[in-house]
C-alpha cells in the first residue's frame, strides 16, 4: 500500500501476531508456519486466544485441553463462562462511544435501532420472565422466530439464566419443525404471529398451534406479534394464541431486579444451544454446542479471520457487521456472534431478492449504502444472483464503508467473485480521503472534493470466503486479509483448524481432490446430540470413516489408538499449493442448498406422503463447484402421470412441510429408484454418475436389487452432460 494513503484498518491477524511476538516472544516467517503451530501446539494456540481476547473466568481453568481425544476432548477444565457474559462487557464503552449493538430492517421498512443499554435491559427483563416460569439450568426454549432483534433478545434471556436455545425458521412447516423440537422436548416456546416474504405475509398462528399440541414438554408460550401492524392486530393474535404472554410484556421490565441482572457464571461445556444438521437417513441430528467452545472459536474466526472488529476500537471504529441469513442458518447465529466482540450487527428479514412480481437484487445493497456497512456478507447463491440479474452497485447508493464481503453455503464461483471485484474496483477507482470527525452513525466522514486515486490492488475488495458448518459452529477454511486472493478460492486453513484433504486411502494429498477431514480437536466441536445413546449417532455422522488409531497426528508424532478418530466433515476438499482452497460441494448424499443442509429422508417424507407418489429419490449437483442442480426422480401409482397438476401438488407438499427452499430444479417421473439388496437408495451413485463418473466406476450392479433400473438413468446422465 502507499504509506501516504494508509489502509483505514491494521488487519486484525496482524494485530494478534504482534501481540504475539511481544508477549509470547512467537515470530512466524507465513503464515502457513502459523497455521503448523496453531495445529500442534494445540493448548499454547488456544490459551493465546483466551489471553488475546481477555476472557473471564470467576475461576482458573487447571487445563487448556485434559486430554487430546476425538470425540470428547474437554477444553479449559475448571472455567466459567458465560456467553451473555461475553456481550455485556461491551455494554457500556460501545454506548459511551455512541454505537448501536442491533440496527434491524424487514421489508415492510419496519426500522429499529437498539441501544447496548436496551438489548440489556430486554435480555435481564426476559430472562427474569423465564425464571419465573420455572426455567432452570439445562432445560430447553425453542423459538419459531425470524431474523428480527427479538430473536437475539430470546437468545440471550435464555442462555444468561443457563437455559438451552433451539430456533426454527418461521418459513419451515410444522412437520419439520417438530422433527427437530420433539427430539429436544423443550419447556417454552416463544414463537411469533407470522412473517413477511416477498411482499406476502404468511399468518403462523395455526402452525403455532399445532406445534403447541405436538409438544407435550412445552408449559409456557411467548408470543411476538411480528405481523400485527396496530395494538388491536396484536390483541387478536395474542387471543388467538391464549394462554400466552406477549413478548412485549415480556421484555417491559425496568425495575431495580432487571438493572441488578448479571448472568449466571457456567461450566466452560455448559450446553449453549442446538442446532440441526440433517443427513441422508432419519432425523435431523440436534447437535449441543458449549458457551466456553463456542465462544472462544467465534472470536477467533470473527475478529481474526472475518477481519470484524468491534465498533468501538479506533482500529475498527464505526464497524458494521451485516450477514444475510434466516434463522433456520448457523450464518444467524454467526451473525448474532459479532456481539461477542461488540461490534454492530446490522441484519434484514426478508427475500433479499424482492418479490416474485418485482424481483429486486439491488434490496440489500441499498440496505448496507444506508446503514454504512462495513462488512457485506451473504451465501453464494446471492452474489450470483446478482450476477445473473446484472446489477449495477453504483446504482445502489454510497457503499463505499463496504471493505469486505464475506460468502459461504456453497462454492463461490470464479465469475461470481470476479463480478464483485468488477463493481468494488468501479466504485473505488477514487475514494473519499477520511478526516477527523464522526457521522450520527459513527462512520468516519468523509470530504467529497478530496478524492484520492489508488492502484488497482488497492481498488479490489477482500473477500472473505469461508466453509465450516453447523456441525462445529465454526469454519475450517478462510479469509487472512495479508494473504493474496484467487478467485473462485478461499485463502487458507483456519489457525487452529487441523485440516487436510485425504484421497480414498485415507492419506493426505495436496492439490488433488479428496476428503476434508480434521485431525485435531477443535473447543465448538459438538458435546453431544441430544438422545444419542452411547454417542452412536456421533460416531456416525463424523468418525466412523477414520477410526481411532488412524491418521492422528500432535506435534509431527503419531498419537495412539486411545486418541481417538479423525474427522470427516463430508466435503471435497483441494487444497492448493499455495495454501488456498477450493470446497467441491458435499461428498455425501445431504442437500445443500443455498447453505441450508436437508437430509434426503425429510424431503422423502414429504414427497411420498402424497397417494399418488409411490417412491421418489433426490440428488444435489454442486460438485466440482457447478451451480447447485436438484433433480427429483419420482415413481408415480399405476395410471398416475407427472403432469402439472402433479408436479405443483409435489412441490406444494415440499414447501408445506419442509420450505421453499428445497423446491427442486425439475422433477422427473422414473420407472424405479434405484436400491441395494438391503433397499437403500443408491443416491450418491447416481449423484457422481450424473456429474460425469463412469456406471462401472460408481455402482456395483450386483449389489443392486433392481439393476435393470440404471439404463434410465445412464441415459439421462448422458442427455445432462450434452447440455452441460
Known amino acids: 500500500m502507499n504509506e501516504t494513503n494508509p489502509p483505514p484498518f491494521i488487519p486484525q491477524i496482524r494485530l494478534y501476531q504482534d501481540w504475539l511476538s511481544d508477549q509470547r516472544g512467537l515470530h512466524f516467517d507465513s503464515y502457513d508456519a502459523l497455521w503448523r503451530w496453531s495445529t500442534t501446539d494445540l493448548e499454547a494456540f488456544w490459551q493465546s486466544i483466551w489471553d488475546y481476547f481477555e476472557m473471564r473466568s470467576p475461576t482458573p481453568h487447571s487445563a487448556v485441553l485434559e486430554r487430546n481425544v476425538m470425540p470428547g476432548a474437554r477444553w479449559f477444565v475448571g472455567a466459567q463462562v458465560n456467553y451473555a457474559q461475553q456481550v455485556f462487557r461491551h455494554v457500556q464503552p460501545a454506548h459511551e462511544a455512541g454505537f448501536m449493538a442491533i440496527v434491524s430492517r424487514n421489508e415492510k421498512g419496519r426500522h429499529v435501532e437498539m ?60 412437520n419439520a419443525v417438530l422433527d427437530r423440537f420433539r427430539q429436544i422436548e423443550p419447556v417454552v416456546l416463544i414463537a411469533c404471529d407470522g412473517v413477511t416474504y416477498g411482499a406476502r405475509d404468511f399468518d403462523r398462528l395455526a402452525v403455532v398451534a399445532e406445534l403447541r399440541a405436538a409438544l407435550s414438554t412445552v408449559r409456557h408460550v411467548v408470543l411476538h406479534t411480528n ?112 456481539l461477542l466482540g461488540g461490534t454492530t450487527c446490522v441484519i434484514y428479514d426478508g427475500n433479499p431478492g424482492g418479490s416474485k412480481e418485482n424481483p429486486d437484487w439491488t434490496t440489500l445493497w441499498r440496505f448496507a449504502a444506508e446503514q454504512g456497512v462495513t462488512f457485506f456478507g451473504a451465501g453464494a447463491a446471492f452474489f450470483a444472483n446478482c450476477l445473473k440479474a446484472g446489477v449495477d452497485l453504483s446504482t445502489c447508493g454510497d457503499l463505499s464503508a463496504v471493505r469486505a464481503l464475506g460468502t459461504t453455503g456453497s462454492p463461490l464461483s470464479e465469475d461470481a467473485q470476479n463480478w464483485g471485484t468488477g463493481q468494488f474496483r468501479r466504485l473505488h477507482s477514487v475514494r ?138 463430508g466435503d471435497w476438499l483441494r487444497i492448493h499449493p499455495d495454501g488456498s482452497c477450493v470446497i467441491y460441494g458435499r461428498s455425501d448424499a445431504t442437500i445443500n442448498r443455498h447453505g441450508l443442509r436437508m437430509g434426503t429422508s425429510e424431503l422423502y417424507s414429504a414427497v411420498e406422503a402424497l397417494p399418488e407418489v409411490m417412491d421418489s429419490m433426490v440428488v444435489d449437483l454442486e460438485y466440482l463447484g457447478r ?24 412441490t406444494d407438499s415440499i414447501k408445506t412441510a419442509l420450505s421453499p427452499r428445497f423446491v427442486p430444479n425439475d422433477i422427473f417421473q422414473v420407472p424405479e429408484v434405484p436400491r441395494t439388496l438391503s433397499g437403500k437408495k443408491q443416491e450418491l451413485p447416481i449423484k457422481k454418475l450424473l456429474l460425469g463418473q463412469p456406471l462401472e466406476k460408481v455402482i456395483n450392479r450386483e449389489a443392486m436389487a433392481n439393476p435393470g433400473c440404471l439404463d434410465w438413468y445412464v441415459a439421462f446422465a448422458v442427455q445432462r452432460q450434452r447440455r452441460s
Open 115 to 174: 441501544s447496548w443499554p436496551e438489548l440489556r435491559r430486554q435480555v435481564a427483563s426476559m430472562a427474569l420472565h423465564l425464571q419465573a416460569q420455572g426455567v432452570q439450568p439445562g432445560d430447553r426454549v425453542a423459538a419459531y422466530l425470524p431474523n428480527i432483534p427479538e430473536a437475539m433478545v430470546a437468545f440471550l434471556a435464555t442462555v444468561s439464566i443457563g437455559g438451552v436455545w433451539s430456533i426454527c425458521a418461521p418459513d419451515m412447516g410444522t
Open 432 to 569: 473519499p480521503e477520511p478526516v477527523e470527525g464522526l457521522t450520527h452513525a459513527g462512520l468516519r466522514q468523509a470530504q467529497p472534493e478530496r478524492r484520492v486515486a489508488l492502484s488497482e490492488q488497492e481498488q479490489d475488495i477482500w473477500w472473505c470466503n469461508i466453509s465450516g458448518g453447523t456441525d462445529f459452529a465454526g469454519a475450517f477454511i478462510g479469509g487472512n486479509r495479508d494473504l493474496p486472493q484467487t478467485p473462485g478460492r478461499m485463502q487458507c486453513r483456519l489457525m487452529g483448524c487441523a485440516v487436510e484433504a485425504w484421497n480414498e486411502q485415507g492419506q493426505p494429498v495436496m492439490d488433488e481432490v479428496g476428503e476434508l477431514v480434521c485431525t485435531q480437536p477443535i473447543p465448538s466441536m459438538p458435546l453431544y446430540f441430544v438422545g444419542d445413546v452411547d454417542h452412536k449417532r456421533l460416531l456416525g455422522s463424523y468418525f466412523d470413516m477414520y477410526p481411532a488409531g488412524h491418521g492422528r497426528k500432535q506435534g509431527g508424532g503419531d498419537l495412539d489408538k486411545e486418541a481417538g478418530a479423525v474427522w470427516r466433515h
Open 627 to 650: 451451480e447447485s442442480y436438484m433433480p427429483l426422480f419420482v415413481v408415480l401409482r399405476e395410471g398416475v402421470t407427472l403432469d402439472d397438476a402433479t408436479r405443483q401438488r409435489i
Open 227 to 338: 405481523l400485527a401492524e396496530d395494538e388491536e392486530a396484536a390483541d387478536r393474535a395474542l387471543q388467538a394464541a391464549a394462554p400466552c404472554t406477549a413478548f412485549a410484556e415480556a421484555t417491559a421490565r425496568m425495575d431495580a431486579a432487571v438493572a441488578q441482572f448479571e448472568p449466571l457464571w457456567l461450566p466452560f461445556d455448559h450446553p449453549l444451544w442446538i442446532v440441526y444438521s440433517s443427513g441422508t437417513t432419519g432425523l435431523p441430528k440436534p447437535i449441543v454446542h458449549g458457551h466456553g467452545g463456542t465462544t472462544i472459536v467465534a472470536l477467533a474466526l470473527k475478529i481474526l479471520h472475518n477481519d470484524i472488529g468491534c465498533s468501538y476500537e479506533p482500529n475498527s471504529w464505526g464497524e458494521r457487521y451485516h450477514w444475510y441469513s434466516s434463522t433456520g442458518w448457523v450464518m444467524w447465529n454467526a451473525q448474532t456472534g459479532g
